[in-house]
Structures are given as C-alpha cells and as structure tokens.
C-alpha cells in the first residue's frame, strides 16, 4: 500500500499523527472504525508496526488445555460451558492433564497455556498442582494460565487475597497470565452480555495485582457480541492507560464473536473487513502494546496473511487441544494443529520474515528437527475469551 491511499482523505491528520509518533484520540478511534477507507487505515496501521518490528513476524509453539468446561458464569456470547444441548460438562484429572501433556512430548513446544471455565469444586490445591504437573511434564517449559476470572474464582477459593494466591501460583512455576476475562471494559456490555462474571472495574484491579506480583499479561477484545464501536474504542483507551502506568501487556488479541452454541444465534458473523480492521485499530490505538495478534484458528489461515499487513506481527501457535462446540460424544477432544513448517509457509508467503518467540517475545534459536506434527485440517472455532 502506498501514501495516496490516504493522502488527501479524511486519514490525513492521523497519518500525520502517526508520523510524529503521536498518540491517538477516542475521536480518532471512532473515524477509524467509521471510514470506509480500510486499506488507509491498514495502510497506517502497517506503518506502527514495522516501526515497531520490521518485517518480521511472530509465532509460538505451544499446547493449550482447557482443564474444565464447568463454570457458573454463563456469559451469553460463550459456546464452551457446559450446558443442556451443548457441551457434556468435564473436568479433567491430574493424570488426564499429565497424559495431554505427553501426546505431545515429541514437540518442543516452549509454552503451555490452560484456561477453563469457572467450577466452584475445584480446590485450590487442584490449580497449583496443575501448573506443577505443566512443569513436571515438560521442564522448562513457561506456563501461561487462568483468565482474570478464574484468579477471582481461585482467590476465593483459596481465602486469600489475589495477591498472595499469585506469589503461590508463581512459586509453582506460572509465568504470565493469558487474556480474556473480560471481552470488553464496558458496564453496559457487562451487565447486558456476562453480568455473573467481573465487571471491568474488577479486571483492572486484578491486572495491577498481576503486574505487581511482577508477572506479563495478555489483553483481548471480543467484537461482534453487541457491543458498540464507542464501547471498543473505550476499551482500547483504558487499557492504553493501564499499561501507561503498569507497562506489563505484551500482546492484543481482537477476537471475532462466532454466534454458534451461543445464546445469541441471530448475531451474525463478523466479516473479514471486521476482523482486518479491528486488528489495525488495535495497533494505532494501542500505541504502547509491543505485539497485536491475529490468531489464526479465529480469523483464518488467509485473514492472518492480510493481517500480517494491517497492524498483526504475530499468528500465535502451532498446536492446540480443545474441548470445542457441540461435541455428541462427551468429552470429546478435537485438535487443531498446524505444523511448524505450514505456519512459517503462511507467514513467508504473506512476505513477512517468520521468527519463532517464546511466551515473553524471547527470539527461540532456530533449529534443526524432523517435522513430526500433524498435518492442518481446517480451521475450527475456539471458545471464546480463550486466548
Ligand atoms: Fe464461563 Fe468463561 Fe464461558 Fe464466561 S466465557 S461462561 S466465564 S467459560
């Protein structure tokens, strides 16, 4: 893309912001969400992120588990819990969680990350053991896990403060903490759409507990539940100033609402001029998060090569295991799993330079191994909030 895609428009002033390294406003926001000129806004998004990393482009290689579809919450936009007509409810044991873990003990994979619903009878001792057996399993290996929700769920649990609950977690071995939790810091959002879960006002303390207990976090965005692009735009300015002040986030994630096993089937689904421009807001809103996502399984192998060119330097990961939607046959497991070499083709294909990172944007040192991961189907939908 070139400079007349916004030369003259309705963009100028924000190129010319972009420019001189200057932050955006929520107006801003609104005028990128709302201009029909999406490559313009692409085309400036592209100019933050190669300011930020060049040509090049991330990728993990890691193992997700979601350790129970049990949870209380019952957010509306969420197709994971268990419910009647959907998902067969599963916890999985320690030995279940040990046995996942070694299916994949020919992979060097640098990350595992375990997320799951909020299940009141789980025991505090459950989630420290499920981070020891993460390290047992694959020593070395960083382990990203539970949702801000579930830390609320597990402080109470626990009858300690989060504060404490985290120096514990972490003394078993926990190493950053992933997104979701919240879809979007908004009260109208919250009591319309997961009025059981924490509100926003609770995200954020959670996440300074986070950053105080010296640990990095991820954000995401959920759009296309209902929420309105003032609503995201907000979302983006709070977190802007979260991070101002804690400066621990590494990556956004925007993660496009998919309405199947939801209790909003009539919403439809987001569109790829949706999903490209709310990665490329990201990126110009979020001025001082080092990486925007755009997870591959959610937006698609051909999404995430043009996103590579709106704002995304990074696809995520390799592989990944989960409880998915409508399983008929409980609890059924399906994989997803693109290989090492299928990824750095995608990425080298959309023309970008593919570098393996590990969970904290640490360079992995290339190596020599036989590709023994299987093959790419299709893409599957995830749950949501699940990143
Ligand atoms: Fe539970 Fe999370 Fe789904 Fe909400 S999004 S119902 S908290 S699993």
């Known amino acids: 893309m070139k400079l007349d895609i916004v030369l003259g428009s309705e963009l100028m002033p924000l190129y010319e912001k972009v420019v001189r390294g200057e932050r955006l406003s929520a107006a801003d926001g609104m005028l990128l969400y709302q201009t029909p000129n999406l490559s313009g806004v692409g085309y400036l998004a592209n100019l933050v992120r190669e300011r930020w990393h ?36 599963y916890t999985l044991s320690l030995e279940e969680v040990r046995q996942r873990l070694r299916a994949y003990r020919h992979v060097p994979i640098t990350e595992v990350h375990m997320v799951g619903g909020v299940n009141p009878r789980i025991p505090y001792d459950y989630y420290l053991d499920l981070i020891r057996t993460a390290r047992e399993e694959r020593p070395g290996v960083h382990v990203k896990a539970f949702t801000a929700v579930e830390w609320e769920e597990i402080s109470r649990i626990s009858k300690k403060p989060l504060n404490e609950v985290l120096q514990d977690m972490k003394a078993a071995g926990l190493g950053s903490v992933p997104g979701g939790g919240i879809e979007v810091l908004s009260d109208r959002a919250h009591a319309e759409l997961f009025p059981k879960k924490i509100n926003g006002a609770r995200w954020i303390e959670i996440a300074r507990d986070i950053a105080q207990a010296g640990l990095k976090q991820y954000a995401t965005l959920l759009y296309g539940m209902g929420e309105t692009l003032e609503e995201r735009v907000d979302h983006f300015v709070q977190l802007r100033e979260l991070q101002d002040e ?21 919403r439809p689904h987001t569109s790829g001029e949706e999903d ?25 192998t051909a999404i995430t090569q043009v996103a590579l060119w709106y704002g995304a330097d990074d696809v995520d990961g390799t592989i990944h295991e989960y409880e998915i939607i409508y399983q008929d046959d409980a609890p059924g497991v399906k994989q997803q799993v693109i290989t090492r070499k299928q990824l750095i083709r995608l990425i080298q294909e959309a023309g ?8 904290l944007y640490q360079i992995v040192p290339p190596r020599e191994e036989p590709e023994t991961e299987k093959p790419l189907r299709q893409p599957l939908l995830l749950p949501m909030s699940k990143v």
């Not at 993990?60 to 998902?87: E, L």
């Not at 990201?282 to 937006?299: A, V």
């Not at 970008?352 to 969970?359: I, T």
Request: glycine content about 4%.
């Open 246 to 266: 804690t400066g621990h986030f590494l990556a956004m994630t925007p993660l496009a609402f998919h309405p199947e096993g939801t209790e909003l089937p009539d």
């Open 352 to 359: 970008r330079d593919p570098v393996e990172r590990d969970s």
């Open 276 to 300: 490209l421009r709310n990665i490329a807001v990201s990126r110009l809103m979020l001025d001082n998060f080092p990486h925007i996502k755009s997870f591959w399984i959610m937006n698609t």
């Open 54 to 89: 060049d040509n090049r482009a991330f990728y993990v290689r890691n193992q997700h588990i979601n350790y129970t579809n049990i949870c209380n919450k019952f957010c509306k936009f969420c197709s994971f819990y268990a419910k009647k007509g959907g998902p067969k409810p």
